[in-house]
């Protein structure tokens, strides 16, 4: 059974830095795509970033290219999102999703109903 973790939220400031991670359990093997959303209540869950674990090729939203930076560690489930220059607008209960098997040829699609893991999430506050 595949469970997802995630770690890092808080509160920051206006154009401060929070890393998020999230660890993935039970794949066996790495055809597979683990991406993180957002989501604040009234408005549609945003995919912000999102990753094929086994090629390490990243796909970033628009809103968030050039501040975010989303990567991958040795274990095969291990991903972090890196959010620089936060804005009010990045404030949202970040949730770390994975797909099924997904073949490299596929990619990683932003849509929520590909990704069929999720945690449970991790509450980002940019506030000063």
């Known amino acids: 059974e595949v469970q997802l973790v995630e770690a890092g939220g808080g509160l920051v400031q206006p154009g401060g830095s929070l890393t998020l991670s999230c660890t993935a359990s039970?794949?066996?093997?790495?055809?597979?795509?683990m991406g993180w959303f957002r989501q604040v209540p009234g408005k549609e869950r945003e995919a912000v970033a999102r990753?094929?674990?086994?090629?390490?090729?990243?796909y970033l939203a628009d809103s968030v290219k050039g501040r975010f930076t989303m990567s991958q560690g040795n274990a095969k489930g291990w991903v972090s999102l890196l959010m620089n220059s936060l804005k009010s607008e990045d404030t949202a209960t970040y949730c770390c999703?994975?797909?099924?098997?997904?073949?490299?040829?596929?990619?990683?699609?932003?849509?929520?109903?590909?990704?069929?893991?999720w945690g449970h999430g991790t509450q980002v506050s940019v506030s000063s």
């Open positions: 039970g794949y066996k093997n790495t055809n597979f795509c």
């Open positions: 990753i094929y674990i086994g090629s390490g090729n990243v």
């Open positions: 999703g994975a797909t099924a098997f997904r073949d490299y040829w596929t990619g990683c699609g932003a849509a929520t109903s590909d990704y069929v893991y």
